[in-house]
């Protein structure tokens, strides 16, 4: 994949992350009308997880690929591997691969 | 091979914000906090998965969290403080690079050099981030020292 396509996927995931993340904070903060301690309880966190699994899903996947993709871009500017960016493209697949099963094993399973 | 000594400064010397402008503080701090929010994503992503062990192995979890004290109010601060600079500043650096909004326009490069990208309406946005991310920073620390019983 072109390099200049990875920084379009970035800013679509980035938009995309304002408007999850920010739910998930509104979930998780002050104007749900719930103590944070209160928010941490289980049948709390499952329940929300299962009404809005398809938010939770999209943040999970843009959060990924937004978040290792940044690390990935540092890691360029930080090492400049030339010849083995291909090594670093793996690791990072690798990661995002992880990450997103696990995650999604995680939906799937409260869900 | 050998490398560049053009590149020999790092990811040290590339965070550097001082006897710079303040789209290098935002650039530097957009990096930091970046990387402060890619590590606490992957915990959480872990911490998440306790969730599908049953209410026993996440009572566990939030327990060993909570047994951190201070240091777990503190940490969920920085990490919400991450989360709206990093946010914010994103949205101003989608508007810039991706839409070429806020910036002037172009001009001859002639000395002495002054960014166009750096006109009114980029401090202007640069300055009301950093007021709102503050105030919001501010709650969401109160919020937190409330919720965990601290205030």
């Known amino acids: ?111 | 091979m050998k490398k560049d000594p053009r590149y020999k400064s790092g990811l040290i010397s590339s965070l550097n914000p001082f006897g710079y402008n303040v789209e290098r503080w935002s650039y530097a701090l957009h990096r930091v906090t970046g990387v402060v929010l890619i590590g606490y994503l992957m915990a959480h992503i872990f911490e998440t998965f306790e969730l599908s062990m049953g209410s026993t192995a996440w009572t566990n979890t939030m327990n060993a969290l909570h047994s951190l004290g201070p240091l777990e109010l503190v940490g969920l601060w920085i990490v919400a403080g991450s989360a709206l600079y990093h946010g914010a500043n994103g949205i101003r650096l989608i508007l810039n690079e991706m839409f070429g909004k806020l910036m002037g326009s172009p001009i001859l490069p002639v000395y002495p050099y002054s960014p166009t990208s750096l006109g009114r309406n980029q401090r202007m946005v640069v300055w009301t981030i950093t007021g709102v991310v503050l105030v919001l920073w501010v709650w969401a620390g109160l919020y937190l020292l409330a919720g965990l019983g601290v205030v």
């Open chain 1, 1 to 111: 994949m072109k390099e200049s396509w990875s920084m379009i996927l970035t800013y679509i995931s980035a938009m995309v992350l304002i408007f999850v993340l920010t739910f998930h904070f509104l979930l998780q903060g002050p104007l749900a009308g719930k103590s944070f301690e209160d928010t941490l309880a289980f049948g709390y966190a499952t329940g929300n997880l299962v009404s809005f699994d398809f938010v939770f899903g999209l943040l999970l996947f843009a959060a990924v690929i937004h978040g290792l993709n940044g690390v990935r871009v540092i890691a360029l500017e930080w090492f400049h591997p030339k010849e083995k960016a291909w090594l670093l493209n793996l690791v990072v697949v690798m990661l995002m691969a992880f990450f997103l099963a696990l995650g999604s094993y995680t939906l799937v399973t409260v869900g």
